[in-house]
């Protein structure tokens, strides 16, 4: 699976298709890459959905239980699917990430013995997490998601980073706290972080500094600057941790004479290694 003029193309294989919906805005700025649930019986039903003009609203792509990949619009233009939101000083999301839905049921309950959605369908306990959402007060059901969903976003969501240099990953929970409750508890955020950002299966990240970079003792502008710093433009560095728009890096060459140097960086600052 590759990205052409902004949109998925799979050489021929069917994993992938495209269905337009009416739902966009104008030119996208992309700077996040925002996970949600679908909250809803199937993939195919979320995408018809998402492509009426009906719904007022879209994302960029949604996954199915398979791993099939379904685009809706493209990736250099806004999607309908962060509504209210903010982000590190940004307000209004839809204009500055790129949104992938996730075939998932969302938050269950339990009624007569077996885990209900919203929607009615009744789940298996196989398919559940019991888990309270960390933006609530109370432990409730959560459909969990498959391993071949997972692999999916994980491959497009690495895309998606590298093609338009993405700062960082979150879920709707993250930019519209209290909102809205996805991808919740049941989706493994650390992890998929930390292959996309950090160390993945293949060790760490490899980037480079973009311009001359400060570097600091901790992931704000509040902490202190190092004194063997700053980064001079190209400098190379691997990925060790992410919080927020800021990385942890490992300078993979001797800066200020010392050879070992682990610090902050803005990860605005970094691109790939080319």
């Not at 699917?81 to 982000?87: D, E, R, T, V």
């Not at 969501?157 to 960082?168: C, N, P, Q, V």
């Not at 060790?240 to 300078?251: E, K, T």
């Amino acid at each position: 699976m590759r990205i052409v003029r902004h949109r998925l193309d799979d050489e021929g294989a069917a994993t992938a298709r495209f269905v337009k919906s009416p739902n966009v805005g104008g030119t996208l700025d992309p700077k996040y890459l925002v996970i949600h649930y679908t909250a809803g019986r199937t993939a195919d039903e979320s995408v018809s959905w998402l492509a009426s003009a009906a719904a007022e609203a879209s994302a960029h792509v949604v996954i199915g239980r398979t791993g099939t990949v379904t685009q809706l619009v493209p990736f250099n233009r806004v999607a309908w699917h962060a509504g209210i939101s903010s982000w590190e000083g940004l307000r209004g999301l839809n204009r500055h990430s790129i949104g992938i839905e996730l075939d998932n049921a969302g938050r269950l309950e339990r009624k007569g013995g077996r885990w209900c959605a919203w929607f009615g369908n009744a789940y298996p306990d196989d398919e559940v997490m019991e888990a309270t959402h960390r933006h609530g007060t109370h432990v409730c059901g959560w459909h969990t998601y498959t391993p071949e969903q997972i692999e999916a976003a994980l491959e497009l969501s690495a895309m998606l980073i590298r093609k338009y240099d993405l700062l960082d990953v979150v879920g709707h929970e993250d930019i519209s706290p209290g909102r809205k409750s996805d991808p919740g508890p049941a989706f493994p955020m650390a992890s998929f972080r930390a292959r996309l950002l950090g160390r993945s299966a293949d060790g760490p990240v490899s980037l480079q500094t973009t311009t001359t970079l400060n570097i600091r003792e901790g992931p704000s502008t509040a902490h202190p600057k190092l004194a063997v710093g700053p980064l001079q433009p190209g400098t190379a560095v691997q990925v060790l941790d992410a919080q927020g728009s800021w990385r942890l890096v490992d300078v993979e060459c001797e800066v200020g004479g010392e050879n070992d140097v682990q610090a902050w960086v803005h990860g605005g600052f970094l691109r790939r290694r080319e």
